[in-house]
C-alpha cells in the first residue's frame, strides 16, 4: 500500500492559482495510476483528474475546463495539481488517490469513481474568496 500525504492548500482570492503536491512513500509512484479528487460540504467526493503511471495519459473533470493541471515527477514519488483561474465554486477539500496501474482500463471504463481507488490521503483544504 503506497502512503499519500498532500500539501499546498490555502485561502486564494477569486481568479488566484494554487498548485498541490502530493507526496507518495512505501512504493514507487510509477506503479500507481494516481488522481486527485475533491469533496466540498454536503457533496460527494467528485472527480478531479487521473494521469497514467508514465504520464503519458490525462483525464479530467468536466468542470476543469482547461483551468487546471495534473502532473507527476515518478522521479521524486510526487504528485502535482495545477490550478489556475479558480472559482469559489472550486472551495473543497482536496485528496489525493492511488489505483494501481495494472486497474487502469477498469477505471477509465468506470468513469474514475472513489471506490476505484484503494489508497487515499488526509487531503488538503482549498478556500476560494470572491
Known amino acids: 500500500q503506497v502512503q499519500l500525504v498532500e500539501s499546498g492548500g490555502g485561502l486564494v482570492q477569486a481568479g488566484g492559482s494554487l498548485r498541490l503536491s502530493c507526496a507518495a512513500s512505501?512504493?514507487?509512484?510509477?506503479?500507481?495510476?494516481m488522481a486527485w479528487f475533491r469533496q466540498a460540504p454536503g457533496k460527494e467526493r467528485e472527480f478531479v483528474a487521473v494521469?497514467?503511471?508514465?504520464?503519458?495519459?490525462?483525464y479530467y473533470g468536466a468542470f476543469v475546463k482547461g483551468r487546471f493541471a495534473i502532473s507527476r515527477d515518478n522521479a521524486k514519488n510526487t504528485l502535482y495539481l495545477q490550478m489556475n483561474s479558480l472559482k469559489p465554486e472550486d472551495t473543497a477539500v482536496y485528496y489525493c488517490?492511488?489505483?494501481?496501474?495494472?486497474?487502469?482500463?477498469?477505471?477509465?471504463?468506470?468513469?474514475?469513481?472513489?471506490?476505484?481507488?484503494?489508497?487515499w490521503g488526509q487531503g488538503t483544504q482549498i478556500t476560494v474568496s470572491s
Open positions: 488517490a492511488a489505483a494501481s496501474k495494472e486497474d487502469t482500463t477498469a477505471v477509465v471504463r468506470g468513469g474514475f469513481r472513489p471506490d476505484q481507488f484503494g489508497s
Open positions: 512505501g512504493r514507487t509512484l510509477s506503479s500507481y495510476l
Open positions: 494521469i497514467s503511471g508514465s504520464g503519458g495519459s490525462l
